[in-house]
């Protein structure tokens, strides 16, 4: 392909992108949305494009917009809201990945006939949400703080969630034996140790940008290199790169809250706190790589099989319909109905659950495993990508629904909830005027006549402002 064609579909898939953002507001269309479809008419369509068009740049690309936005939307949260919002957030991840997990064997066993082994690999890569997909659609439906930080969180916990246990099934391929205890400890290592690495980078590199880096020109865009370095030496020992990017960016915007930053700093504690420019060029930089991602995710989406297409639209439908009764009990408390709705919904698959799921065939591949082998590999691959991209439209799908039906309510309500408030404040007004209505005649009848041929009144004859204050009512 020409590159000046090439440059103009650039340029063009930005403004797009922000026509497609304001929008929304009138619309309710995600803009996830809409780049995904245009990515699915270049890619499987029309077959203009293919992943294979990208080579290794298309994975680079992937890791670094990921990188990019949880770094992002851990400068978002605020640690307060963190603490209240942490219990939901993980008994979320549990429960929905473990009822994902039992969707996926009843489904891989039934229709699908796979092994036990391979139906929990395939509950495993598709049973977190995407933060790649989760972040950008909280940050365009704004619930509340405490709302977008438990979908946020329970992105980011999922997918250590989803990496770890899938890879150790992966391992368990060749054999079929499964150890839960190893897992347990492995998901427990690789969380504190990845939070770990997280905080400590985080209030470290924000007291260096501060001081030492402060009159460094053209040192915006070193945080971003520093969060590329933290999430490469995090996998490299074998821990999770994304939830140290994560919690990276909430120490770094929370530092000067901090008790560490408090003690240290005193006074300067404010200082250390990262700049409005700073979040904005943050911003920036994830709407232009989040555009194009999503794009990518487009393209990247098969159509080899339509038995297990029909298998995959049937998996999400079950992932939705339970999604809906697990966070409607962890919602009952401290969410408004909007809140609890889009909590219900956001539950979408994307780039952990694409990648995990070519794992295997990969592997079988590489193995030369026999022909029972590649064809299991190969359901459990077209199925999870099948799920990838049901779960997005569906996702997509409810919110241009309910969110439009929500603002029908929303002003009806308002007017109902304003009438009664009318007429106490009307009453109150009229009794208030009748009261000092019948205090001044009151006055007025108590106050002695004066003759108006008498001008040589005394003084202490005329009534006193005392004498006022037992007649007129408090």
């Not at 939307?73 to 039992?102: C, E, M, Q, R, Y």
């Not at 924000?206 to 915006?220: E, P, R």
């Not at 060029?281 to 297990?308: A, C, D, H, M, P």
């Not at 064809?375 to 999870?384: E, F, L, R, T």
Request: include cysteine; charged fraction near 15%; glycine fraction near 6%.
């Amino acid at each position: 392909m020409d590159i000046s064609i090439i440059l103009i579909a650039l340029g063009l898939l930005i403004f797009l992108s922000h026509i497609f953002g304001a929008a929304f507001a009138k619309t309710k269309v995600p803009t996830v949305l809409l780049l995904m479809l245009i990515g699915l008419f270049i890619g499987p369509i029309t077959g203009w494009i293919t992943p294979e068009s990208f080579g290794k740049v298309g994975s680079v690309f992937t890791t670094i917009t990921l990188i990019c936005i949880l770094f992002q939307s851990g400068t978002t949260l605020d640690l307060h809201v963190l603490g209240k919002s942490i219990g939901p957030a993980l008994l979320a991840t549990i429960l929905n990945f473990v009822v994902i997990v039992g969707i996926s064997v009843l489904l891989g066993m039934f229709l699908l006939d796979l092994k036990f082994i391979h139906c929990c690999f395939l509950g495993a890569a598709l049973g977190g949400t995407s933060a790649a997909v989760v972040i950008p659609m909280v940050n365009q439906l704004k619930p509340s703080e405490k709302a977008a930080t438990v979908l946020n969180l329970e992105a980011a916990l999922s997918d250590i969630v989803c990496l770890i246990i899938a890879m150790s099934l992966l391992e368990s391929f060749g054999t079929g034996d499964i150890d839960p205890a190893i897992i347990a400890k492995d998901i427990a290592l690789s969380m504190l140790g990845s939070l770990a690495i997280g905080v400590i980078v985080g209030f470290a590199w924000i007291v260096i940008l501060k001081n030492l880096l402060s009159g460094l020109q053209n040192a915006m865009f070193t945080t971003f290199a520093l969060a590329f370095i933290v999430y490469g030496f995090t996998n490299l020992i074998g821990l999770n790169g994304g939830m140290a990017i994560l919690a990276f960016g909430i120490s770094a915007a929370n530092y000067h809250i901090s008790h560490v930053a408090k003690k240290s700093m005193a006074e300067k504690a404010e200082e250390m706190s990262l700049s409005k420019s700073d979040r904005n060029f943050y911003s920036e930089i994830v709407f232009i790589l989040q555009t194009y991602f999503f794009v990518y995710v487009g393209i990247s989406i098969k159509f080899n099989n339509w038995r297990y297409l029909l298998v995959g639209a049937i998996f999400t439908a079950l992932i939705f319909l339970t999604r809906f009764v697990t966070m409607s009990c962890i919602g009952k408390k401290g969410f408004s109905k909007r809140d609890l709705r889009l909590m219900r919904v956001l539950g979408p698959k994307g780039l952990v659950a694409a990648v995990l799921s070519s794992l295997p065939l990969q592997w079988a591949q590489a193995t030369h495993q026999p022909e029972w082998m590649l064809n299991s590999c190969q359901a459990i691959q077209d199925v999870a990508y099948a799920v990838v991209l049901f779960s997005i439209l569906t996702c997509s799908v409810i919110i241009i629904l309910t969110e439009r039906k929500g603002d029908k309510e929303e002003p009806a309500s308002d007017e109902a909830a304003a009438e009664p408030a009318t007429e106490p404040a009307a009453e109150v007004a009229a009794e208030v005027a009748d009261e000092a209505k019948e205090a001044m005649e009151a006055v007025e009848a108590a106050a002695p006549a004066q003759p108006e041929s008498d001008s040589s009144v005394p003084e202490d004859s005329a009534p006193s402002s005392s004498s006022y204050s037992d007649i007129i009512p408090e």
